[in-house]
């Protein structure tokens, strides 16, 4: 999109003597609309013309007399030179360049195709997917769309928590309790069954824990049956979990687990040993952060065996080696941050520069009203549970508005858009707000069609491509014939900024980690929308002209929200 700050930054340079780019810096946008589009405060213009700052913005006007085509008016108010735009020509270039197909709206281009590591989902192997995992998972596959939708070569690691004590509980229990026909029949439902109950048995028996702990170090030593028994838990979790990404249209560029790593820890502790790093704390291996106001990491218990901090590490450590990321992100929950700081300092301390590449990208917690969750406990809401639930609601919900307009969709029409709109729920809710914010779902909140959620965005756009197709616009290329002149009133110049400037939102949003802007700025678009359309007649227009420009103006509009839509993981719907 045209960055029209940035050209009235370079028309006012040679007037003012200034570097456009610092100019570009010191624009602002003024508090209000009869204050112009943009405002240039000259104080800071002061030291250079020896002059107050009042006189340099009648003097900046004054030079400033041959106005370009995108500039309305300049005005002065006390020491600020505020600049107005043309509406009708800011409307047509917004129009017109959010409907080029040579050009995405928002799409960036980065010189540095070294990759983007974002490493997100991360679920434990044999246990359930419940709502907290799909924090990290909807929440990183949007800021891997971002990353990539802004010119970056991205890839997407799955950190599966394949290994640790927790698998030589899974064992034990396993040789205890297991039944084989609900293992194979859901196999998830049944290790998850063995690991509470492994739990729950351990209150009572206090050998169980020390057991564990053997065979899980019996694991690592690559010893049978531990091995074989890992390997079947692994693989009947991965089948289980590809199935819900499928659904999810989220694919993995590399699904390597903690597991991968374990083999080159003892390098990681070697090379710690010789930079002297390493010492020994009541039997444990520790590296001491003092310097970094941090408490020791640990790296390895006093068993010998490995732990989180360790395999990160030798991961961190493997990635820079193979990959050369330029950014490596983990999404995962705040409880963590800890956990990442520790290993980013040891990483530091021990000399490499990578450390400073890394980022940990923490977010919120997960709940319904009055629910607390534990695995331990067998507490918890399955994703696909939730998910299931949230398409059948929107099923009915979309049956109701059917049969209201006479019954024009099929039952399959009505099966695929439930699921989007469904799916799209449960997506919306967990990126609509800034990450580290908690989640309370509420269904009413979660499928309201009037409110900040996405079958609210997902009715807006179908609303949208309703109008076009009564004006037998199927497709949202753009009408050669329209010349979106007619353009220009208030309403319309509000889209034409929403249109405009979602190119800055998506770039705020690669370079916060922070998904929501792009939420907060289409939910903006829909809302201006469909005032627009409650307010403007767009197809019962009598000037043939204007209606054709309106019509671009509606295609514009479907554009950005679908790219958006589409940049959080959301598909569209075109009836619903």
Not at 47 to 64: G, T
Not at 436 to 447: P, T
Not at 502 to 523: K, L, T
């Amino acid at each position: 999109m045209t960055d029209f700050k940035a050209k009235i930054a370079a028309y006012l340079a040679p007037a003012a003597d200034w570097e456009a780019k610092e100019l570009t810096q010191l624009l602002e946008i003024p508090p209000q609309a009869e204050l112009g589009d943009y405002s240039l405060p000259c104080f800071a213009l002061a030291r250079r013309w020896h002059q107050a700052p009042q006189q340099i913005a009648l003097s900046l006007q004054s030079k400033l007399s041959a106005l370009p085509p995108y500039i309305r008016a300049i005005e002065t108010q006390g020491p600020y030179l505020n600049i107005f735009l043309d509406p009708a020509y800011y409307i047509a270039t917004a129009v017109s360049e959010a409907l080029d197909i040579q050009q995405q709206p928002g799409k960036g281009s980065v010189s540095d195709q070294r990759p983007v590591i974002v490493e997100f989902s991360s679920p434990n192997i044999a246990k359930p997917f419940h709502i907290g995992h799909a924090f990290t998972t909807i929440l990183g596959e949007a800021l891997a769309r971002i990353y990539t939708h802004q010119g970056y070569r991205v890839l997407r690691f799955n950190h599966l928590g394949d290994y640790g004590t927790q698998f030589g509980k899974l064992i034990v229990a396993y040789e205890r309790w297991c039944n084989q026909a609900e293992l194979e029949a859901d196999p998830i439902k049944e290790l998850n069954r063995l690991y509470v109950a492994f739990h729950q048995a351990a209150k009572e028996d206090p050998e169980l824990e020390p057991e564990a702990r053997l065979r899980f170090k019996r694991l690592e030593e690559g010893l049978e049956p531990e091995t074989t028994l890992w390997k079947q838990f692994r693989d009947l979790s991965l089948r289980e979990f590809n199935r819900l990404y499928q659904r999810l249209n989220i694919h993995f560029d590399n699904m390597n687990g903690e597991s991968f790593y374990s083999p080159f820890i003892p390098a990681v502790v070697d090379m710690l040993q010789q930079k002297h790093l390493l010492e020994e704390s009541e039997g444990a291996q520790i590296v001491r952060l003092d310097e970094y106001n941090l408490p020791p990491c640990m790296i390895l218990k006093s068993d010998g065996t490995t732990i989180y901090a360790s395999r990160d590490i030798a991961a961190i450590l493997y990635r820079k080696k193979h990959y050369d990321f330029q950014k490596n992100l983990y999404v995962v929950g705040l409880p963590q941050s800890l956990h990442f700081q520790q290993v980013f300092a040891v990483l530091k301390k021990a000399g490499y520069a990578c450390a400073d590449a890394c980022e940990h990208i923490g977010f919120g917690t997960v709940k319904f009203a009055g629910t607390k969750f534990s695995t331990r406990e067998g507490h918890i809401i399955e994703l696909e549970d939730l998910l299931n639930e949230a398409v059948a609601k929107s099923r009915k919900i979309i049956e109701e508005n059917n049969q209201q307009r006479g019954g024009d969709m099929s039952a399959a029409e009505m099966d695929i858009a439930a699921e989007r709109i469904g799916l799209g729920a449960v997506q919306y809710t967990y990126l609509r707000s800034g990450r580290e914010r908690d989640i309370i779902f509420s269904w009413d909140d979660m499928l309201n069609f009037e409110g900040d959620t996405a079958p609210y965005l997902l009715y807006t756009y179908a609303r949208a491509r309703s109008i076009l197709r009564k004006a037998g616009c199927n497709d949202l290329q753009p009408d050669p014939e329209a010349d979106l002149n007619s353009l220009g009133s208030d309403s319309e110049l509000q889209l034409g900024r929403l249109l405009n400037t979602f190119d800055d939102s998506v770039h705020q949003a690669c370079q916060a980690n922070e998904p929501f802007m792009v939420a907060r700025h289409i939910g903006q678009l829909a809302r201006t929308f469909n005032k627009y359309y409650g307010s403007t007649p767009i197809l019962n227009t009598t000037d043939r002209n204007n209606r054709q420009d309106r019509l671009e103006l509606v295609k514009a509009c479907c554009r950005v929200l679908e790219t958006g839509l589409n940049l959080l993981g959301i598909q569209t719907v075109d009836r619903m």
